[in-house]
């Protein structure tokens, strides 16, 4: 079974950075996955914000991210979302989300395993 845990959040001012981490066991010896950072800010649809995939490196972000968000894994465990120029508007609980199917997607329902989050507030 799939663990995924979450961490790096905390509360910082607009334009400062974050750098989130997120832990994945249960794999096993599977080497092809997607792993993707969702969020969700109160009353608000969860989003995505950046999936990778394991199988040919690729990276998707929405046009909503405008570069400032960037994924990156150091290894088959440990995967990042770093945070920059963080806006009052990305206020909101960032998910960890992995899922045996390699192709990087941008949707909730393509993701099988998910962490509890970690929350970012961002303010003045």
């Known amino acids: 079974q799939v663990h995924i845990v979450e961490s790096g959040g905390g509360k910082v001012q607009p334009g400062e950075s974050l750098r989130l981490s997120c832990e994945v066991s249960?794999?096993?010896?599977?080497?092809?996955?997607?792993i993707a950072w969702f969020r969700q800010a109160p009353g608000k649809e969860r989003e995505a914000v950046a999936c990778a995939s394991s199988r040919d490196g690729t990276k998707h972000y929405p046009g909503s991210i405008e570069g400032r968000f960037t994924i990156s894994s150091a290894n088959a465990v440990n995967t990042y979302l770093q945070l920059n120029n963080l806006h009052p508007e990305d206020t909101a609980v960032y998910y960890c989300a992995a899922d045996p199917a390699p192709t990087c997607s941008l949707v909730a329902g393509d993701f099988g395993s998910w962490g509890q989050g970690t929350h970012v507030a961002v303010s003045a």
């Open positions: 249960g794999f096993g010896f599977r080497i092809y996955y997607k």
